[in-house]
């Protein structure tokens, strides 16, 4: 099974400027078969990209994905306020999904 | 407009069982395969069981394998959840997911999740 490593753990940063997120995995992703997710304070998660770099319908796209094998990026430019909340990376591979641990983008 | 409603979380006993419902609609249902993602209180998401199109594909989390079912009834456009001996640590929101037409495995849209709770 394939361990997502998600770092950093909080991200601190300011309206305007660009937000890097990592998400590491322990073996290299097939098919980059990897989707990133938004999830607000009380809300179900909404999926920005998959396939590692396709954005999902209705996403801005100031949102991008990038990476292969086991190293893999979401790129947030132009922090909205909305956009510091907590981001989610996920594989699928043998019949099981696994996540990370999260990254929370917070204002400093 | 794609819609997931998921009922059935209470607050359950350690050892109880229990059924979770989300009831699907604004999509062909019987097209997709359909999954269930929880979270306990301030952690992260966890997958929990996937099911394809017909039901003859079922896919869990080693955690909860030979404890929780997922199910669907097609005429129904309805999934569930079957979970018996519960323990303290199922204690979450479970969501109900979509899967997305590409290919893998990818959840683009998902309920409001129900709340369980497993405490004596």
């Known amino acids: 099974e394939i361990v997502l490593t998600q770092s950093p753990g909080t991200l601190s940063l300011s309206p305007g400027e660009r937000a890097t997120l990592s998400c590491r995995a322990s073996?290299?992703?097939?098919?980059?078969?990897l989707a990133w997710y938004q999830q607000k304070p009380g809300q179900a998660p909404r999926l920005l990209i998959y396939g590692a770099s396709s954005r999902a319908t209705g996403i801005p796209d100031r949102f991008s994905g990038s990476g292969s094998g086991t190293d893999f990026t979401l790129t947030i430019n132009r922090l909205e306020p909305e956009d510091f909340v907590v981001y989610y990376c996920q594989h699928y591979g043998s019949s099981t999904v696994t996540f990370g641990g999260g990254t929370k983008v917070e204002i400093k | 407009e794609v819609q997931l409603v998921e009922s059935g979380g209470v607050l359950v006993q350690p050892g109880g069982s229990l059924r979770l419902s989300c009831a699907a609609s604004g999509f062909t249902f019987i097209s997709y395969w359909m999954n269930w993602v929880r979270q306990a209180p301030g952690k992260g998401l966890e997958w929990v069981a996937s099911?394809?199109?017909?039901?003859?594909?079922?896919y869990y989390v080693d955690s909860v394998e030979g404890r929780f079912t997922i199910s669907r009834d097609n005429a129904k456009n309805s999934l569930y959840l079957h979970m018996n001996s519960l323990r303290a640590e199922d204690t979450a929101v479970y969501y109900c997911?979509?899967?997305?037409?590409?290919?893998?495995?990818?959840?683009?849209?998902w309920g409001q999740g129900t709340l369980v709770t497993v405490s004596s």
């Open positions: 997911a979509k899967d997305h037409v590409a290919a893998g495995m990818y959840f683009d849209y």
């Open positions: 073996q290299s992703v097939n098919n980059n078969y």
């Open positions: 099911i394809n199109q017909d039901g003859s594909e079922k």
